[in-house]
């Protein structure tokens, strides 16, 4: 469902990982390109590198080598604060293990990424409350994190991924710590958003549901070694501000 | 507001934590704002008098052998008359009367004060008048100032006193007014004023140096101005009286430096003591906050992925640690409250401006500050180091989140090796000043403290007004006070070392010209069994006998200090000495005597002289009682004796010589307390810090110690290699506060008795004990990590 315009483009992208013994090659001459609007999963065993890939994508992470480039931006050039940016502003994270903080309530959990922008309170506040009721959760906000079951906190990670308005989300193992029904759910609210235009990366284990994604591409050894679905093909670039 | 309130939450969550954290600040910086009360009350709080920064103490020097010397009354009034840097020049001498006709007769203490006294100090009486000038004349004196506590305690504070007339030593004293609450003329309690009413052959009287002088300089004359004057007054006054003048000079210091610069070590080293203690807290905290920094890596590394910029999350940490570092100092200011008091009570009598020792603005603002920087300080390493989170490792599901890096570790190791540095340095301190201690009271002060009493008397000067008055009653009461039971020996003299009175007088030798460095000597003025009752030996020649009275061969005994510098080759029996600068009265040494220290115990004994009482005698007299051990009830019955001669006689004070030893070794042991009580906190930090880094160490490494037992490792190589990490981090901290602490040994060296910048026996003492500790302190963890148990180590790695 990608309209075309590029959000993510990686051309021979490697990532190595030096320890005082060992020079270990996680990622290796990784090409990607993924437009917006896109539904990607990522597949692999494990220590293929999808989530050091992931990694890259969110910008956590830069890459030893090769070109990434975010929405016209060449992730490799930015400094650590730019990087903190674009990762608040352009990308939305959803955790296998939902990573919402114990101390804050949910409304605070979604509310946090939106306070970093210093967004007014008023707008924020809309904001969170517009996310929340999106996964269908603006009824339990009061609540901390360990008052709430998995899914429920899956759905609190999802909202606060969506209530930036982000470019791109990013979700590694999105339903690997819950139940099937809850992990349905999950896919579930992934592909309403999808439809409504979101980009999504997703790495999952599940074929199921990386068969719901609209491309699928497979890691193995660090390397990009399958890809499913829409044919790999170059997109215009999106404009920046996109 | 936000990060605050995320703050307090994180306080609330971890209540041990918080509770271990808080009391730790409120220690260190309790501690801190408790020394820095005194320090900032006795040192730089203006002294309570109206611009009390013109005030200035004006002194006499000899140098270089007196350095301060007293003020003899014809240099006050000759300054008085020449100089033109001050506002008001004013003297003042203590004295005491005995108070009559007002109840039970009492000792009271008096200052003679010129006219001009309180007006220099720019202070008016609360009730009545100041003293007039003509008041300040012989004859017209008989008028008192009372002080505010003496008004309150013998006269209810009833204010028709003002007017009516007391009695001191049978003379009528009309009252003309009372003092402001808390009035001190130069920090010294005294219980009323009277005017100094100097006679004319006092106001020419350049030798007898026994008042004291302050001024107030004129608005526009800087210190350096009044010095340089005062200098051309008293070349000039050396060479108008050479006989009494020579060499003498004028020092002129601001009053608040005079009053408190003596205390200023010994606080200032304080407050360095204190200030160690806070580093150790401030690192014990920081570790605290490294260990939950590492529990709290995945909450940082989902704010960073969420897009928290570095300064934000330091920025939240930071916040965190300054309300824990504020909330810390607040209870620390409340412990400050009761630590002052405490240490007001223990303070040495003899520490300057102790009552306006408080709590005030200033140690709140103090202790604001201090938490403030504390905070950063102990907050900035975790905040920073919180920032460098492997964010793709922290995030993922089972990722080491929660595992300690090796900069971390690092860096809570270097924290315990400082913080035993630092302890050990506390330590060494504290073992000195013991050392010091204990060797001060092992000097001799050159006569048997033990198991003898000093009975202090004013004489009423109306009563006992002549010499021959003054010796009978001493006569009688020695007589009284030798029959009470288990009283060994009587003597008297009109000063005793460690009690009071004494005076510093001028002599000549028989055949030698006088010069302008020879020496002066302490002067005593003894009874014959004064050297019997304080075990004072004789060492050649014989004592003072009762035959030695007012009409016979004038005789002296001297030291053995003054022998050997005076007549080093010659045998000093027989020779002859005139003391004072009066008219020559040539006395015969008949003996010589061991040396007495007469103020302190590690000062050099100066020259004494020792005339008999009833040739030289005073109404201030100190009756010296040898007992037999354990006397109960021995003082009542003193006072029954005294009181058997004259009822009316009060008895300023009856305290074991011992006692009056122990008073002067005050300032020392208040320093080896508190520096004792500061390195014992200081200790049981260290242990906490040690014992903390190294069981958090266990908890990290539980999986790896599993996987050993599993292997077959004997829980001694478990043991073993638990201490072994302490081991290393304990003799880092004992080689770093060694060298350290040989820099604070070399600065208390210079200040206490008998310190050498190397003492090993301290230092063997001090390393033993900290490693003892530390061994203690991480005896429970290494246990710990023995009892592993292989499998559940391994499933939670």
């Known amino acids: 469902m990608g309209n075309g315009e590029v959000i993510i483009r990686m051309e021979g992208v490697g990532k190595v990982f030096l320890t005082e013994e060992l020079e270990t090659h996680a990622l290796s001459d990784i090409h990607l390109s993924i437009g917006k609007g896109e539904f990607v999963s990522m597949e692999g065993p494990s220590g293929s590198g999808k989530t050091t890939l992931l990694s890259i994508l969110g910008a956590l992470d830069t890459p030893s080598t090769g070109n990434y480039q975010f929405a016209g931006e060449n992730v490799a050039a930015l400094r650590a604060r730019e990087r903190t940016l674009l990762r608040n502003q352009k990308v939305g994270f959803i955790f296998q293990s939902f990573n919402l903080i114990g101390d804050l309530t949910v409304f605070e959990n979604v509310e946090l990424p939106l306070t970093y922008r210093d967004m007014p309170a008023s707008e924020r506040r809309q904001r969170v409350e517009k996310a929340l009721e999106r996964v269908g959760m603006n009824r339990r906000a009061r609540h901390v994190p360990a008052q709430l079951s998995g899914g429920q906190q899956q759905r609190v990670a999802v909202a606060r991924a969506v209530a930036g308005d982000p470019l791109v989300l990013l979700a590694d193992e999105p339903t690997g710590n819950l139940d099937s029904s809850n992990g349905d759910a999950v896919m579930g609210l992934l592909r309403e958003l999808h439809a409504e235009g979101a980009t999504i990366c997703m790495v999952t284990h599940n074929p199921d549901y990386a068969k719901q994604a609209s491309r699928s591409i497979h890691l193995f050894d660090g390397r990009l070694v399958n890809e499913s679905g829409i044919a790999h093909r170059t997109f215009p670039v999106a404009n920046a501000s996109a | 507001m936000r990060d605050i309130r995320i703050a307090f939450r994180q306080l609330r969550k971890s209540p041990g934590f918080t509770a271990v954290a808080l009391l730790t600040l409120a220690l260190g910086i309790g501690a801190c704002v408790a020394i820095f009360s005194v320090v900032s009350s006795v040192l730089l709080r203006p002294l309570p008098y109206p611009d009390s920064e013109r ?491 009762r035959s030695d009275v007012g009409t016979s061969l004038m005789v002296v005994v001297i030291n053995e200090s003054m022998a050997k510098k005076l007549f080093a080759d010659t045998d000093p029996i027989g020779r002859r000495i005139s003391i004072g600068t009066k008219a020559e009265v040539w006395r015969e040494i008949v003996g010589v005597v061991g040396d007495v220290k007469h103020f302190k115990l590690d000062e050099t004994p100066p020259l004494q002289t020792y005339a008999p009482f009833d040739q030289a005698s005073d109404d201030y007299v100190v009756f010296v009682l040898r007992t037999a051990s354990a006397i109960a009830g021995l003082p009542p019955a003193i006072r029954s004796a005294i009181h058997a001669v004259d009822s009316n006689q009060p008895i300023a004070s009856i305290r074991p010589l011992r006692e009056w030893i122990a008073k002067s070794m005050a300032r020392q042991r208040f320093s080896m307390l508190l520096f004792t009580v500061f390195s014992g906190v200081a200790i049981v930090l260290a242990a906490i810090g040690i014992y903390g880094v190294m069981a958090y160490s266990v908890a990290q490494r539980q999986g790896e110690i599993g996987v050993r037992i599993a292997l077959g490792a004997p829980a001694a190589h478990v043991l073993r290699l638990v201490l072994v990490q302490a081991g290393r981090l304990v003799v880092l901290g004992v080689g770093l506060g060694l060298l350290c602490g040989a820099a604070l040994a070399r600065l208390l060296a210079s200040m206490f008795f008998d310190l050498t910048t190397y003492d090993p026996l301290t230092l063997i003492a001090v390393v033993v004990l900290l490693t003892l500790v530390a061994a203690a302190a991480s005896l429970v963890p290494s246990l710990r990590a023995a009892k592993v148990d292989p499998m559940i180590a391994m499933r939670t790695d």
């Open chain 2, 55 to 545: 005030l200035v103490d004006v002194i006499e020097t000899k140098l270089p052998e007196f350095p301060e010397f007293g003020v003899a009354p014809g240099q006050y009034f000759a300054w008085r008359a020449q100089s033109t840097s001050f506002e008001n020049l004013a003297a003042i001498r203590s004295d005491s009367y005995n108070l009559t006709g007002a109840g039970e007769p009492a000792r009271v203490t008096a200052f003679r004060v010129t006219a001009n006294t309180f007006a220099t100090f720019g202070v008016r009486p609360a009730l009545g008048r100041d003293f007039s000038e003509e008041e300040d004349e012989p004859g017209k004196e008989n008028v008192v100032i009372l002080s505010h506590a003496f008004w309150q305690r013998q006269f209810g504070g009833r204010s028709e006193i003002v007017g009516q007339l007391i009695h001191f030593d049978g003379r009528a004293f009309g009252v003309i007014g009372v003092m402001p609450k808390n009035f001190l003329v130069l920090d010294s309690p005294s219980d009323v004023f009277t005017p100094a009413a100097y006679t004319g052959a006092d106001r020419q009287n350049h030798g007898a140096h026994y008042i004291t002088t302050f001024g107030r300089l004129k608005a526009n004359v800087t210190l350096e101005q009044s010095r340089a004057e005062m200098k051309v007054i008293a070349d000039r006054l050396s060479q108008q009286y050479p006989d009494t003048n020579q060499g003498f000079g004028v020092k002129i210091t601001p009053l608040l430096e005079a009053e408190v610069g003596d205390a200023r070590p010994m606080l200032l080293l304080l407050l360095g003591a204190v200030g160690f203690l806070l580093l150790i807290a401030t690192a014990n905290v920081a570790n605290l906050l490294l260990s939950r920094a590492t529990g709290r890596s995945k909450e940082i590394a989902i704010r960073a992925a969420l897009g928290a910029s570095q300064g934000r999350i330091v920025r939240q940490l930071l916040t965190e640690s300054i309300v824990l570092a504020l909330l810390g100092g607040f209870l620390g200011w409340l412990l400050a409250q009761w630590g002052t008091r405490a240490l007001i009570a223990f303070a040495p009598e003899d520490l300057p401006r102790v009552t306006e020792i408080f709590v005030d603005a200033r140690a709140f603002g103090f202790a604001f500050a201090l938490s403030l920087v504390t905070g950063i300080a102990f907050g900035i390493v975790p905040a920073v180091q919180a920032n460098r989170i492997d964010l793709t490792e922290a995030l993922k599901e089972g990722g080491r989140g929660t595992s300690e890096g090796g900069r971390r570790k690092k860096l809570r190791g270097a924290l315990v090796v400082a913080e035993i540095a630092v302890t050990l340095v506390l330590l060494a301190g504290a073992g000195l000043l013991i050392r010091s201690f204990v060797r001060l009271q092992n000097v001799s002060p050159g006569f048997e403290p033990a198991d003898a009493f000093a009975v202090e008397i004013s004489l009423s000067k109306e009563k006992y007004g002549t010499p021959i008055q003054q010796a009978e009653f001493v006569a009688q009461a020695k007589s009284r006070l030798g029959a009470l039971p288990g009283v060994l020996a009587v003597g008297a003299s009109q000063a005793v070392p460690f009690v009071g009175g004494g005076s510093v007088r001028r002599f000549k030798i028989e055949g030698r010209p006088v010069t302008s460095d020879s020496p002066p000597s302490a002067f005593y003025a003894v009874t014959a069994d004064y050297f019997q009752s304080m075990k004072i030996p004789v060492l050649s020649g014989r004592a003072l006998q």
